[in-house]
């Protein structure tokens, strides 16, 4: 092995050392000065992950913004969308942020770089019908499969996200009141109505199935939804069955529990809702969040238009 060999390999694993021992540092950091839930944290882990695999054998203290240009590109060539390119570059500006506090950089080079405009891309949405058949094809030839609709109707009638209904517990469901109190991003509480198809699924499920599934993890787990071995139904697990039923009930390929959030909040606003008020529910920090969801119904574009426009 030539020299100039020997002095690379030890390189190469020196910045691999550097990069661990940075990211469990900013890791740490997350967790125990900022506070953040365990999924924000994990989320900031995944994109740090990616970066300094990106990174090779280079050092971060000593990048230049020239070489930062080429992450973009890479996340890119990597097939990421727009909006996960977006995250992965906020989740840098905030690392680097903390290496500026740790005293290892004196500018922010990140800073610099331009996130992708985010353009208005309009999310997947179901019509009525589809949420209909989406929501009952869980059938008796299904293990759990009233838990199953109970957990679809829940996605349908509150918009909540796929980890909050994961973390939903049995106290935090009204359903004589029809509410249901929900646990969203840095644990702020919001109340969201439930309306009555969503109630009588809870409570077929809470009657027929829950009692079973509970029995099966001493102490009996808190949370509404039980998985097959009586713990919490994990967020992944509700994935694959979204996923499951809806190629069962012949929707998109691409759907996914958020696509049911999506609907909730196009539905409403299509119905009339005020925009505030549907913020409010879907448990968005800024109203330009929500906003998209004015920009996806066409049919109603359409009929404002026929009804109002001189030349329609």
Known sequence: MSEHRKQIKPRRVAAAENAARWREAFVRYLRTECHLADNTVLAYDRDLRRFFTWLGGRRVEGLKISDLAGYPAWLTDQQFAPASISRHLA?????????????????NQA??????????????VLSATEVESLVTAPGQDRPWWR???????????????????????????????????CHGKGDKQRVVPLGG???????????????ALAKRLEPEAPFLLLSSRGARLRRERIWELVKLYSKQAGCAAELS??????????HLLAGGADLRLVQEMLGHASIATTQIYTHVDHTRIKKVHAAFHPRA
């Open 91 to 107: 989740s840098l500006k905030v690392f680097f942020r903390y290496l500026q506090l740790e005293g290892a950089m004196r500018d």
């Open 147 to 181: 838990r199953d609709r109970a957990m679809l109707e829940l996605l349908y009638a509150t918009g909540c996200r796929v980890s909050e209904l994961s973390m939903l517990r049995v106290r935090d469901v009204h359903l004589d009141e029809r509410y249901c109190l």
């Open 257 to 266: 529990p958020h696509s049911l959030r999506h609907s909730f909040a196009t």
């Open 111 to 124: 800073e610099l770089l331009g996130s992708q405009k985010l353009w208005q891309r309009v999310p997947n």
């Open 197 to 211: 198809r969503a109630v009588l699924a809870v409570r077929t499920y809470l009657a027929h199935e829950r009692p």
